[in-house]
């Protein structure tokens, strides 16, 4: 079936850090690209950074390009993906999802296996 378990969201003040985890089990997220996705109110998911499933390949979306770094350590099947995101600002609060897909992409509809999400709220 397949699991993705996100955690570490929170509250923090503008210019702060702050570490997002996620665990896939269940399935051989080992062999999948790994995501961040985030989503506020009203809006669209918005396509945050992704990784190869070696870990050897990642990609940013403009606004959070040399702030946020994607991670991921593969353990046999499962996959334990962070994000350290950096220099915080306000436009950074969402629900932050991690997700998984067999090929690589951007877009939210290329993700087959999606988490709960995890709340992050900067402050000003």
């Known amino acids: 079936q397949g699991d993705l378990v996100e955690s570490g969201g929170g509250l923090v003040q503008a210019g702060g850090s702050l570490r997002l985890s996620c665990t896939a089990s269940g399935r051989t997220f080992s062999t999948y690209a790994m995501a961040w996705f985030r989503q506020t109110p009203g809006k669209d998911r918005e396509f945050v950074a992704t990784i190869t499933w070696s870990g050897a390949g990642t990609y940013y979306a403009d606004s959070v390009k040399d702030r946020f770094t994607i991670l991921r350590n593969n353990d046999k099947d499962t996959v334990y993906l962070y994000l350290q995101m950096n220099n915080l600002k306000p436009e950074d609060t969402a629900v932050y999802y991690c997700?998984?897909?067999?090929?690589?992409?951007?877009?939210?509809?290329?993700?087959?296996?999606w988490g709960q999400g995890t709340q992050v709220t900067v402050s000003s």
């Open positions: 997700a998984a897909a067999r090929g690589t992409g951007t877009m939210e509809r290329e993700f087959d296996y």
